[in-house]
């Protein structure tokens, strides 16, 4: 069983999630407060970006982890209901 420790900033979000005591996330936002990066440091050998995203208007367009960019498409209130690669294969 893994075990994660979340800490939250002044306005309730998520700042930063330590799990199994070895990978330490620090989640990056902009000014207006949407995510940018999912910050990782240290895991493993690697210190960087874990997950980069990328908005418009406000809104989740696309994400990029692992290599591989993945596209949001919103249902009709908005939410992000699926994440699809560029030859829209469902993630």
């Known amino acids: 069983m893994t075990v994660s420790l979340n800490s939250y900033d002044a306005l309730g979000r998520r700042a930063e999630t330590t799990t199994g005591g070895s990978k330490h996330y620090d989640y990056i936002r902009d000014v207006t407060g949407l995510d940018v990066a999912d910050w990782c440091a240290p895991c493993g050998t690697?210190?960087?970006?874990?997950?980069?995203?990328?908005h418009i208007n406000g809104s989740l367009v696309a994400q990029y982890n692992n290599g591989t960019t993945y596209f949001a498409h919103p249902d009709h209130l908005g939410s992000t209901r699926l994440m699809t690669r560029l030859l829209l294969a469902p993630h």
């Open 46 to 54: 690697y210190n960087g970006s874990a997950v980069s995203y990328v």
